[in-house]
């Protein structure tokens, strides 16, 4: 194949013993952005398109994109044409990326001023620093024409097909003559692309079943009659034990060609039952499965630690310490022979002296012909009290590496039985390819197991551990991670304790999936809980949420839903940024119904007003948030989501955490779910009347006095006495804190009794008070000091008339 091999005449009878000639190639070059970058002359008669026209335009706008098989009633020689099919996938394929082996086949276009033809090609893979993807080879199958007048040529097929260059005599001439067909580009970069070439695969044309031609500018195709001749002067040879004549021994050669189609069928078969998903366990199984029984016997697959943990990519060499986990054993002996033995998920290391060792640090084939009697006592010694012997004895061996970016990820060990043909070269050269295919569909999918790993650890980190009770209600929450596009996303929950016994609720989602709409949700969850704990109101909040996300980049959208339930008011308040809305669960009868908010614009929009709602709420009502993963199927409009929702929600159930598998059950059966899922669920108990009391105190300093005998009083009809000198001092402090920085609204003070014993105390200073490290002369510093060494927890929050200073004590025990 040369540039005059582009210009070459098409096929005619030759002197000699076959017919001789040229194919006329179309050479194509494909970058990475699918664009023509090399368009050649016989591209140009080919296609009917000027260079000018071709370079720099999609090459699926050129190029024969898939497979046509001709008429019933076409004339020959295309009826015999047809007879062949099933090359595998369209041209398309390897335009688009989706293909990482070399593919061949025909396809059928139309060509102006030549009507329809015929087109043979060979499609190449490229891979390195420059920027072309594909080599496309093409060729018109009227050039394969044959005078037939006299000497017909009767053949099954004609198809293009690969083969490795060192299968033909005279390779290395083929080797150098190579290159010509390449564009004008460096010795480098052309030198690369032959060599990516020869390893995939020599072009080929097949003719017959044992007829497989090297496609250069001269190639002979011999007569039937000859052919038939030479074979039976080879068998006669092969019977009186003669040497064959120079132009018999290509009758040998067939058989070997013929064994050489076999296997790159078999590859290209493997290729095709490997790689069909990025699951690194499934994957394993795909390979180890791939090659049994066709290929061998018995194989087991060994991947270094850290490829099954799923961590990063494994540095260095192996050596006699690292651990090799046995992931896979498939055999076609009788079932439970190896288990015991050789069972899946042991991890061990190999010494030097086996041919694992060799394989894992050369990165190189082994290939024992037959485990002898010595070389099994080596093995088997590996294996500590078990006889693994009687299994590897006698058997031929191959010992394949599994590789990616040239680290050795794993190897393989093949079998065969004693009975079966021994592994040869010719085993081992496609072993070897079948490893390197194998190395890579792992890689990816090891790839895709760790970032996948490393996503969930951030995500989980960011997930917040709600306790299941809080001030006034109870919570449970369910997190689902994706079934289709993978694990992360951006959806989450939380609960925030706020001042007043209040506790915010929040779910929100951000759009997206991966590490980025992780990190995204985890900015804005921590954002949300910081102006939540500053007390800010509902609409107030997601005002500033959507500034901050404008801030951070207009890349993410997010939906957030956040609702304030205040259990002594008995009531939510709550504002929504284009979320899906909470389903509201009435005690008193069970009825669900979807919450009427003003919807909001999403996160990040910017420029769009929040509005927030009151809603009365009664001691055992129940609200539902979650995200719109839990109801959105596609291909179903959500409206029937919801109604499950708000259905399932009133089911009755026995805690909160069933209510919550009810939900679950009744929304992830239907199928079609691909996000993941926020579930949070609050049941809204209140605190009644009678464990709180509040009280109002004039601004005088007599009136902190009062106050402690109010807290004794109220502590000792709770039956929290043993909570009484504590509580004074510290409502002393602050009361008398309160009374100095007032401006004139009187200060309140109010004890609420649930889970904890709260004590709050509000004036109208807004500013607030800090923790001081006060010393033996300071007049002042001390209150809060004591405050903060006494109490469960503590805090201070604005207020619209000032500010709250508060503390908890946990019950005493009764």
Same mark, same amino acid.
């Given at each position: 194949?040369?540039?005059?091999?582009?210009?070459?005449?098409?096929?005619?009878?030759?002197?000699?013993?076959?017919?001789?000639?040229?194919?006329?190639?179309?050479?194509?070059?494909?970058?990475?952005?699918?664009?023509?970058?090399?368009?050649?002359?016989?591209?140009?008669?080919?296609?009917?398109?000027?260079?000018?026209?071709?370079?720099?335009?999609?090459?699926?706008?050129?190029?024969?994109?898939?497979?046509?098989?001709?008429?019933?009633?076409?004339?020959?020689?295309?009826?015999?044409?047809?007879?062949?099919?099933?090359?595998?996938?369209?041209?398309?394929?390897?335009?688009?990326?989706?293909?990482?082996?070399?593919?061949?086949?025909?396809?059928?276009?139309?060509?102006?001023?030549?009507?329809?033809?015929?087109?043979?090609?060979?499609?190449?893979?490229?891979?390195?620093?420059?920027?072309?993807?594909?080599? $496309?080879?093409?060729?018109?199958?009227?050039?394969?024409?044959?005078?037939?007048?006299?000497?017909?040529?009767?053949?099954?097929?004609?198809?293009?097909?690969?083969?490795?260059?060192?299968?033909?005599?005279?390779?290395?001439?083929?080797?150098?003559?190579?290159?010509?067909?390449?564009?004008?580009?460096?010795?480098?970069?052309?030198?690369?692309?032959?060599?990516?070439?020869?390893?995939?695969?020599?072009?080929?044309?097949?003719?017959?079943?044992?007829?497989?031609?090297?496609?250069?500018?001269?190639?002979?195709?011999?007569?039937?009659?000859?052919?038939?001749?030479?074979?039976?002067?080879?068998?006669?040879?092969?019977?009186?034990?003669?040497?064959?004549?120079?132009?018999?021994?290509?009758?040998?050669?067939?058989?070997?060609?013929?064994?050489?189609?076999?296997?790159?069928?078999?590859?290209?078969?493997?290729?095709?039952?490997?790689?069909?998903?990025? #699951?690194?366990?499934?994957?394993?199984?795909?390979?180890?499965?791939?090659?049994?029984?066709? +290929?061998?016997?018995?194989?087991?697959?060994?991947?270094?630690?850290?490829?099954?943990?799923?961590?990063?990519?494994?540095?260095?060499?192996?050596?006699?310490?690292? !651990? @090799?986990?046995?992931?896979?054993?498939?055999?076609?002996?009788?079932?439970?022979? @190896?288990?015991?033995?050789?069972?899946?998920?042991?991890?061990?290391?190999?010494?030097?002296?086996?041919?694992? =060792?060799?394989?894992?640090?050369?990165?190189?084939?082994?290939?024992?012909?037959?485990?002898?009697?010595?070389?099994?006592?080596?093995?088997?010694?590996? =294996?500590?009290?078990?006889?693994?012997?009687?299994?590897?004895?006698?058997?031929?061996?191959?010992?394949?590496?599994?590789?990616?970016?040239?680290?050795?990820?794993?190897?393989?060990?093949?079998?065969?039985?004693?009975?079966?043909?021994? +592994?040869? #070269?010719?085993?081992?050269?496609?072993?070897?390819?079948?490893?390197?295919?194998?190395?890579?569909?792992?890689?990816?999918?090891?790839?895709?197991?760790?970032?996948?790993?490393?996503?969930?650890?951030?995500?989980?980190?960011?997930?917040?551990?709600?306790?299941?009770? !809080?001030?006034?209600?109870?919570?449970?929450?369910?997190?689902?991670?994706?079934?289709?596009?993978?694990? $992360?996303?951006?959806?989450? =929950?939380?609960?925030?304790?706020?001042?007043?016994?209040?506790?915010?609720?929040?779910?929100?989602?951000?759009?997206?999936?991966?590490?980025?709409?992780?990190? !995204?949700?985890?900015?804005?969850?921590?954002?949300?809980?910081?102006?939540?704990?500053?007390?800010?109101?509902?609409?107030?909040?997601?005002?500033?949420?959507?500034?901050?996300?404008?801030?951070?980049?207009?890349?993410?959208?997010?939906?957030?839903?956040?609702?304030?339930?205040?259990?002594?008011?008995?009531?939510?308040?709550?504002?929504?940024?284009?979320?899906?809305?909470?389903?509201?669960?009435?005690?008193?009868?069970?009825?669900?119904?979807?919450?009427?908010?003003?919807?909001?614009?999403?996160?990040?929009?910017?420029?769009?007003?929040?509005?927030?709602?009151?809603?009365?709420?009664?001691?055992?009502?129940?609200?539902?948030?979650?995200?719109?993963?839990?109801?959105?199927?596609?291909?179903?409009?959500?409206?029937?989501?919801?109604?499950?929702?708000?259905?399932?929600?009133?089911?009755?159930?026995?805690?909160?955490?069933?209510?919550?598998?009810?939900?679950?059950?009744?929304?992830?059966?239907?199928?079609?779910?691909?996000? #993941?899922?926020?579930?949070?669920?609050?049941?809204?108990?209140?605190?009644?009347?009678?464990?709180?009391?509040?009280?109002? =105190?004039?601004?005088?300093?007599?009136?902190?006095?009062?106050?402690?005998?109010?807290?004794?009083?109220?502590?000792?009809?709770?039956?929290?006495?043993?909570?009484?000198?504590?509580?004074?001092? !510290?409502?002393?402090?602050?009361?008398?804190?309160?009374?100095?920085?007032?401006?004139?609204?009187?200060?309140?003070?109010?004890?609420?009794?649930?889970?904890?014993?709260?004590?709050?105390?509000?004036?109208? #200073?807004?500013?607030?008070?800090?923790?001081?490290?006060?010393?033996?002369?300071?007049?002042?510093?001390?209150?809060?000091?004591?405050?903060?060494?006494?109490?469960?927890?503590?805090?201070?929050?604005?207020?619209?008339?000032?500010?709250?200073?508060? +503390?908890?004590?946990?019950?005493?025990?009764?």
């Amino acid at each position: 194949m040369d540039r005059g091999s582009e210009r070459g005449a098409p096929l005619g009878r030759g002197a000699g013993d076959g017919a001789a000639g040229r194919i006329p190639l179309a050479v194509v070059v494909v970058d990475r952005e699918g664009l023509v970058s090399h368009w050649s002359r016989g591209a140009r008669r080919l296609f009917g398109v000027a260079k000018e026209e071709a370079i720099g335009r999609p090459a699926v706008d050129l190029l024969p994109v898939s497979g046509a098989l001709p008429d019933d009633d076409e004339p020959e020689p295309y009826a015999e044409f047809a007879a062949y099919d099933g090359l595998g996938p369209d041209l398309e394929n390897s335009l688009d990326g989706r293909l990482s082996y070399p593919a061949a086949g025909r396809a059928r276009l139309t060509v102006a001023d030549r009507g329809r033809l015929d087109v043979l090609w060979w499609a190449y893979p490229l891979i390195g620093p420059g920027s072309e993807r594909l080599l $496309v080879l093409a060729a018109d199958t009227d050039a394969l024409g044959v005078d037939d007048a006299e000497d017909e040529i009767a053949v099954e097929r004609i198809a293009p097909a690969f083969a490795l260059h060192t299968d033909f005599p005279g390779a290395e001439e083929l080797a150098r003559r190579l290159p010509e067909i390449l564009p004008s580009m460096s010795v480098d970069e052309g030198a690369r692309i032959v060599s990516q070439v020869l390893e995939l695969g020599y072009p080929i044309l097949e003719f017959s079943q044992n007829d497989r031609v090297p496609v250069t500018p001269d190639w002979g195709v011999p007569r039937r009659t000859e052919r038939k001749a030479r074979r039976e002067r080879a068998a006669r040879a092969a019977a009186e034990g003669l040497s064959l004549p120079p132009g018999d021994a290509d009758e040998v050669e067939d058989l070997e060609y013929a064994a050489v189609r076999e296997h790159l069928e078999f590859l290209n078969e493997v290729s095709g039952r490997i790689g069909t998903s990025l #699951d690194l366990s499934r994957t394993i199984i795909e390979v180890s499965r791939a090659v049994v029984p066709r +290929f061998t016997d018995v194989a087991g697959t060994y991947l270094r630690e850290q490829v099954v943990a799923g961590e990063g990519f494994p540095d260095g060499v192996p050596d006699t310490t690292t !651990m @090799w986990h046995r992931v896979a054993v498939e055999h076609t002996d009788e079932p439970g022979r @190896w288990d015991d033995v050789v069972p899946v998920g042991e991890a061990m290391p190999f010494p030097a002296h086996t041919p694992f =060792f060799q394989c894992m640090t050369t990165g190189e084939p082994v290939l024992v012909p037959r485990i002898g009697e010595e070389l099994g006592h080596a093995i088997a010694a590996q =294996f500590e009290k078990r006889d693994i012997r009687p299994l590897i004895t006698h058997r031929s061996m191959l010992v394949v590496p599994l590789k990616a970016r040239n680290v050795v990820l794993g190897f393989m060990i093949l079998l065969r039985h004693p009975e079966r043909p021994v +592994f040869n #070269d010719m085993d081992r050269v496609t072993g070897a390819e079948l490893a390197a295919r194998a190395g890579l569909v792992l890689d990816n999918a090891r790839m895709y197991t760790y970032q996948e790993s490393v996503a969930e650890t951030l995500q989980d980190s960011m997930l917040p551990h709600i306790p299941p009770r !809080m001030a006034g209600c109870d919570i449970a929450t369910r997190y689902l991670p994706g079934t289709l596009l993978g694990r $992360v996303g951006g959806d989450w =929950f939380d609960s925030v304790k706020l001042p007043g016994a209040r506790t915010a609720l929040v779910v929100g989602d951000v759009m997206g999936h991966g590490l980025n709409s992780a990190a !995204m949700m985890g900015q804005l969850r921590t954002a949300v809980q910081t102006m939540a704990a500053m007390d800010l109101p509902p609409a107030q909040l997601l005002r500033n949420l959507d500034d901050l996300a404008q801030r951070l980049g207009d890349t993410y959208l997010a939906t957030c839903l956040y609702a304030v339930y205040d259990p002594i008011a008995g009531e939510l308040h709550i504002a929504n940024a284009g979320h899906i809305p909470p389903v509201l669960v009435r005690a008193d009868d069970g009825r669900s119904e979807l919450l009427d908010l003003p919807t909001g614009a999403p996160i990040g929009v910017g420029g769009v007003p929040f509005e927030a709602v009151r809603v009365s709420v009664e001691p055992g009502d129940r609200i539902v948030m979650c995200t719109d993963g839990l109801v959105e199927v596609r291909g179903e409009d959500i409206g029937v989501g919801l109604a499950t929702l708000c259905e399932s929600a009133a089911h009755p159930a026995a805690s909160m955490d069933d209510a919550c598998d009810t939900i679950i059950r009744a929304l992830n059966t239907r199928g079609g779910r691909k996000d #993941d899922v926020a579930l949070l669920m609050a049941r809204l108990n209140g605190i009644v009347s009678d464990d709180v009391a509040e009280t109002l =105190f004039p601004l005088e300093p007599a009136e902190v006095g009062r106050a402690r005998a109010t807290v004794r009083e109220q502590l000792h009809t709770w039956g929290l006495g043993k909570l009484a000198d504590t509580t004074e001092l !510290m409502v002393s402090e602050l009361v008398t804190n309160a009374v100095r920085h007032s401006h004139g609204r009187p200060v309140q003070l109010r004890l609420v009794r649930g889970d904890t014993l709260l004590c709050e105390v509000d004036d109208d #200073d807004h500013e607030l008070p800090t923790l001081l490290n006060a010393k033996p002369t300071d007049e002042f510093g001390r209150g809060l000091r004591v405050v903060s060494t006494l109490a469960r927890e503590w805090g201070t929050s604005r207020t619209g008339a000032g500010k709250t200073v508060w +503390f908890e004590l946990t019950l005493p025990r009764r």
